[in-house]
């Protein structure tokens, strides 16, 4: 049976066997990423989401490497990957994945691989149209999540705003509100950090990151509280199948901020009330929010994560907050969180 | 002999249970009485722990004896306390005396747990790519 590390090994030859191909430099929490690519397309569809990291000039030492491209981009045809077993979160537990772990979602033509010993991922999508439009809003973050393994970082599935240098996460599954908060803070005056998906910096501590510059936001959502945005939502001809996206760098550049020291871990929920309130919850409460759905979509590895989001969930106070109808009582209520607990 | 399942991630904070089962998607926390339930093991006999904790806690008796075991059923039927045999592990020394008596309880959190199926299987092409039935 064909080991995971040949098939990682044998991909990456179709890479480093290309004559000519594209480098873009990152530099996220402090450490440097090389992009290469020798496809136009998906650099044109993946780049901007990360924009906002981009360093000019070659650096010194890399962090990580990314090689990505579709099918035609390469001297031969990628086989899909031959074990039986993965599950609907792209993992499969019956393959050892200690040296190379792999994202595979059967039902797609694209391949996530990481060898953690070269610190070298791979990103393969067959063709430009089989690239999921979800990935162009995050891009690389099961490599990313996978490079964390030896980091002493960590994604986050929340969003993240600042203000006077405090940040918090607001975390919590897909529909709770943490999209749509941190969206209507950013109007309201507070630094934007993400939405979905931040860098969880855990040396000394914790320090938040901006991942993607993207935001999506739901097309009814879009209708009733951010229709003033819909010139800027950069896949208008889509929006009956896909969320509004919006790149928020570009909309927000000087609210648009790399980093910021958090202060706490908030989780909404959507209530049936005027009024948004605060209250204060158990460090267990904060983990049982941030790790399942954070772990969901990162299934590898998880044992490492779930230390890592148990040490957030113990360091930083943890609130519960409800979210009433009333927008300008919303405000009022972080406003008085960062007033009364966190100043 | 009666042991916490090594496969899961269980963490105090403070004084309650979170335990996590990483390969599942199940979470649970476990609360008062139960905690110190955990605290005892290993143990041999689940009954000498529940009188154990009836003798610390004399008022609280018949609460204890009904809930207790209960709650101890609800681990073993969740995997969170193993019944292994042949093994080197030694009982541990008596329990902790609680101070005082709190309702023991098992909370489940399945929210994600339906979702890691796995994908059926599906036709695929000479390159082992799933074709599309629509295609």
Sequence with gaps: MLLLTDYFSRLLSLFTALPAYHTDCLSLAGRSVRLNTPSDILRGRLLPALSHL??????????LTIWYAVDADLPDRVTAPPWPGFNAQGFNAALDQEAVQLFFQPWQRQLFLYSRQQRTGIYWVQTAADLPWWEA???FRALFHFWTRDLPAQLVHAGAVAKAGKSVLITGPSGSGKSTSCLTLLRSGYQYLGDDYVWVELTGHPVVYTLYQTAKVEPDNLKERFSDW???VVNKELLGQQKAIFYIRELWERSFIPAAALSAVLLPRV??????????????QALLAMAPTTLHHLPHHRQAAYRKLTQISTVLPGFRWSLGSDPQLFEQSIDQLYSDELS | M??????LAADVFDGEYIIANLDTGL????????????NALPFEDEVRVVRFFCEALPQDTAAIETELPSVFRQLLDEHIILNVEGTDITAADQPDIPVRYEIPRLNRY??????????????VDEEGWVVQKDS
Excluded at chain 1, 54 to 63: A, I, K, R, S
Aim: hydrophobic share 40%.
């Design chain 1, 54 to 63: 981009l360093v000019e000039g070659e650096p010194e030492t890399t962090g």
């Design chain 1, 137 to 139: 809003s995050f891009p």
């Design chain 1, 230 to 232: 819909m010139p800027y």
């Design chain 1, 271 to 284: 209530t049936y009330q005027e009024r948004s309130l605060f209250e204060r919850i158990r460090p267990a």
């Design chain 2, 2 to 7: 009666f042991v916490l399942n090594p496969r």
């Design chain 2, 27 to 38: 979470y649970y926390s476990v609360q008062g009485l139960a905690v110190s339930l955990l």
């Design chain 2, 110 to 123: 399945a929210d994600m747990q339906d979702l890691l199926l796995l994908d059926p299987i599906h036709d």
